[in-house]
């Protein structure tokens, strides 16, 4: 299992009033950032922009991924074994 990319919040900018170009010009934008606008009505009238952007994840990131991996393959193991003696059981004279 290799490493991959994964979206990381780069900036985030919270605010009561609408977020203008002005606010967001100067900011360190690369080709390929993601660019998320959330506008929250309901709650608390919040203006949002996330910038995301793909970085390769770290080991710590890695080592979660592949032990969540692990678990579930173990998991799904265990599950397909009890299934597999249970349909032994019922088929075998």
């Not at 170009?21 to 390929?32: N, R, T």
């Amino acid at each position: 299992m290799e490493k991959k990319l994964i979206n990381k919040t780069i900036i985030l900018l919270s605010q009561n009033t609408p977020i203008t170009w002005e606010s967001m010009k100067d900011l360190p934008f690369e080709a390929g950032d993601i660019i998320y606008v959330d506008y929250d009505e309901e709650d608390s009238f919040t203006y949002e922009v996330r910038i995301f952007r793909k970085v390769l994840e770290t080991d710590e990131q890695f080592a979660k991924r592949t032990d969540r991996v692990a678990m579930y393959e173990k998991i799904q193991k265990a599950y397909r074994l009890a299934e597999y003696k249970k349909l032994k059981k019922e088929f075998e004279p």
